[in-house]
Nanobody
Framework: QVRLVESGGGLVQPGGSLRLSCVAS????????MGWHRQAPGKERELVAQ???????NYVDSVKGRFTISRDDAKNAVYLQMNSLKPEDTAAYYC???????????????WGQGTQVTVSS
């Protein structure tokens, strides 16, 4: 059983910063790609940032230069540093990981429960 738990969301003023954390736990053998998605009310879920096991990253255009994704493999964790936040960044943020868990030899995508980020004055 694998579980992903996000933390770090909250209310912040425009121009402010937040750091989201996501920790995976359970019978983990290895983790491939990890990422952050978001979903605003009435909109589809979109990929915000992704990081490979080798550290390669990619971002949606709207957050390039403002958000930074990183990971700590020793802690089975992925982070999202969000700077210069804008009201349009308001959404529920979800982490996911492509994880191989005991006793399987296959990778599956697991999701966290989400954390709310609200950018408002």
């Amino acid at each position: 059983q694998v579980r992903l738990v996000e933390s770090g969301g909250g209310l912040v003023q425009p121009g402010g910063s937040l750091r989201l954390s996501c920790v995976a736990s359970g019978s983990i053998r290895s983790i491939n790609d990890m990422g952050w998605h978001r979903q605003a009310p009435g909109k589809e879920r979109e990929l915000v940032a992704q990081i490979s096991s080798g550290g390669n990253t990619n971002y949606v255009d709207s957050v390039k230069g403002r958000f930074t994704i990183s990971r700590d493999d020793a802690k089975n964790a992925v982070y999202l540093q969000m700077n210069s936040l804008k009201p349009e960044d308001t959404a529920a943020y979800y982490c996911n990981g492509n994880i191989r868990a005991w006793p399987s030899f296959s990778y599956y995508t697991y999701w966290g429960q989400g954390t709310q980020v609200t950018v408002s004055s």
